[in-house]
């Protein structure tokens, strides 16, 4: 999922100075309105995909587990979210356990006494 909103951001997102993730497809291109349903948004993208439909947030948090991985930081982590404190961001903080197993060295086999 993180990869289809980078494609958005990338390639299918018009340029505008507006701050906002999601604009209008028309022009003038400008942030949806307040009284935009986003969790209607998501659901009907899902149902077009052919996907089990599932509500914005699922994006949100899908895109800031991957961005760990891909180098960001925290701080970029919680800029991007918008989050007032540092510690709603420590969530993604997670260790990727299949990138550990592949740094893991052997355990020694202990001498026969």
Same mark, same amino acid.
């Given at each position: 999922? #993180? *990869?289809?909103? $980078? !494609?958005?951001?990338?390639?299918? &997102?018009? &340029?505008?100075? !507006?701050?906002?993730?999601?604009?209008? %497809?028309?022009?003038?291109?400008? #942030?949806?309105?307040?009284? $935009?349903?986003?969790?209607?948004? %998501?659901?009907?993208?899902?149902?077009?995909?052919?996907? *089990?439909?599932?509500?914005?947030?699922?994006? &949100?948090?899908?895109?800031?587990?991957?961005?760990?991985? !891909?180098?960001?930081?925290?701080? *970029?982590? #919680?800029?991007?979210?918008?989050?007032?404190?540092?510690?709603? $961001?420590?969530?993604?903080?997670?260790?990727?356990? $299949?990138?550990?197993?592949?740094?893991?060295?052997?355990?020694?086999?202990?001498?026969?006494?």
């Amino acid at each position: 999922m #993180g *990869e289809a909103v $980078t !494609d958005y951001l990338r390639r299918g &997102r018009a &340029r505008t100075a !507006d701050r906002r993730l999601f604009i209008t %497809v028309r022009a003038p291109f400008a #942030g949806l309105a307040r009284n $935009t349903c986003i969790c209607t948004i %998501v659901r009907r993208a899902c149902r077009r995909a052919g996907i *089990e439909p599932f509500g914005p947030h699922r994006l &949100r948090h899908s895109v800031a587990c991957d961005l760990p991985a !891909d180098g960001a930081s925290l701080e *970029e982590i #919680g800029q991007l979210l918008r989050h007032r404190s540092q510690r709603a $961001t420590l969530i993604y903080a997670k260790a990727n356990i $299949t990138a550990l197993r592949a740094l893991a060295r052997p355990c020694p086999v202990a001498a026969a006494p």
